[in-house]
């Protein structure tokens, strides 16, 4: 069992920036690819954002493309988003996801552990 905690959501005006965390725990992290999923209210979860095991390789929504960054530390058992330029329709519960699968994750159903969520809230 791996527990996810998120950390750092929060609201801020259009063209901010926030960085989320999220902190695994239970098995060993760097066993699992980590990936942000996000869902906005009356619409379903959605694919932010992946990484690899080592943190070698990424993949992104196209819609946060060259705004959000992830990455990882192992030796930290965290994963953190970076969000950069914000905009309202980023507004949304982000959510960590661990994979135990192979490759990198980019759907649900690749996802084994979810975390509980951490709200952003973008104003105009």
């Known amino acids: 069992q791996v527990t996810l905690v998120e950390s750092g959501g929060g609201s801020v005006q259009a063209g901010g920036s926030l960085r989320l965390s999220c902190v695994a725990s239970g098995r060993t992290f760097s066993n699992y690819a980590m990936a942000w999923f996000r869902q906005a209210p009356g619409k379903e979860r959605e694919f932010v954002g992946s990484?690899?095991?080592?943190?070698?390789?990424?993949r992104y929504a196209d819609s946060v493309k060259g705004r959000f960054t992830i990455s990882r530390d192992n030796p930290k058992s965290t994963v953190y988003l970076q969000m950069n330029s914000l905009k309202p329709e980023d507004t949304a519960v982000y959510y960590c996801?661990?994979?135990?699968?192979?490759?990198?994750?980019?759907?649900?159903?690749?996802?084994?552990?979810w975390g509980g969520g951490t709200l952003v809230t973008v104003s105009s």
């Open positions: 990484i690899s095991r080592s943190g070698g390789s990424t």
């Open positions: 996801g661990a994979s135990g699968g192979v490759g990198i994750p980019l759907y649900l159903r690749d996802i084994t552990y």
